[in-house]
């Protein structure tokens, strides 16, 4: 957690010390990742980098806490039916997929920034900045799953906590296809309809399961 004194600093400076950590972060894995460069790119003296953080790991975290909260901000402003009247759980759950692909659209630093991530070489600080960031995903959809069983929209005969377990695994899988495409494929990814069309049939199996219907009961 960085220490009162960044936050007490102007948010012109605040702004150009977390771009210039998240450039650095997006190119080079953290054991390769320089504080050196980061205060190079930001314009300050390196003293003044311990006032403000603990150490690097202090900073990378902060950035990817910033990272989700940015995108779970972005959610609620394009998503009003998550929260509104309108909330039906498989057509919002479709909207928030499309909105995730706007998302990294509209950030191409952060989308570089998971990359690097989820590449990253450091298994341990991989486990822990996953482990401090899943509460608010879970929490994200744990929220949709009790809207949808409130309203009706879901199985009442399906565990919730296995619901919960299949859609964190969900969330994995569709990024795993991301970033299982090789780097002329993820420069396409935006104007190909291929991973579109993955989310919809992933969505589809989630709303009517393996079984054959001429088979249930």
Not at 78 to 83: E, N
Not at 129 to 136: L, N, R, T
Request: aromatic share 14%.
């Amino acid at each position: 957690m960085p220490t009162q004194t960044f936050f007490n600093l102007p948010e012109e400076k605040r702004n150009r010390i977390l771009e210039a950590a998240t450039q650095e972060f997006a190119a080079y894995a953290f054991d390769q990742a320089s504080i050196a460069r980061i205060i190079e790119q930001a314009g300050i003296p390196r003293g003044s980098f311990y006032q403000y953080f603990e150490n690097l790991k202090d900073l990378y975290k902060h950035i990817f806490n910033l990272a989700v909260e940015k995108k779970l901000l972005y959610f609620d402003a394009k998503v009003p039916d998550l929260h509104g009247d309108g909330f039906e759980f498989f057509s919002t759950l479709q909207r928030l997929f499309a909105v995730g692909l706007e998302f990294a659209q509209d950030h191409p630093e952060l989308l570089a920034l998971g990359d690097r991530f989820i590449k990253e070489s450091n298994l341990q600080l991989r486990k822990e900045v996953m482990a401090e960031q899943a509460s608010k995903t879970t929490g994200f959809y744990r929220a949709m799953l009790q809207r949808g069983f409130e309203l009706g929209q879901l199985d009442p005969a399906v565990d919730y906590t296995t619901a919960l377990f299949f859609m964190r695994g969900m969330h994995t899988a569709l990024t795993d296809a991301y970033l299982a495409l090789g780097p002329s494929d993820q420069n396409q990814f935006f104007e190909d309809e291929s991973y579109q069309e993955t989310i919809h049939k992933v969505l589809y199996l989630l709303a009517h399961g393996l079984k054959a219907k001429e088979a249930i009961p």
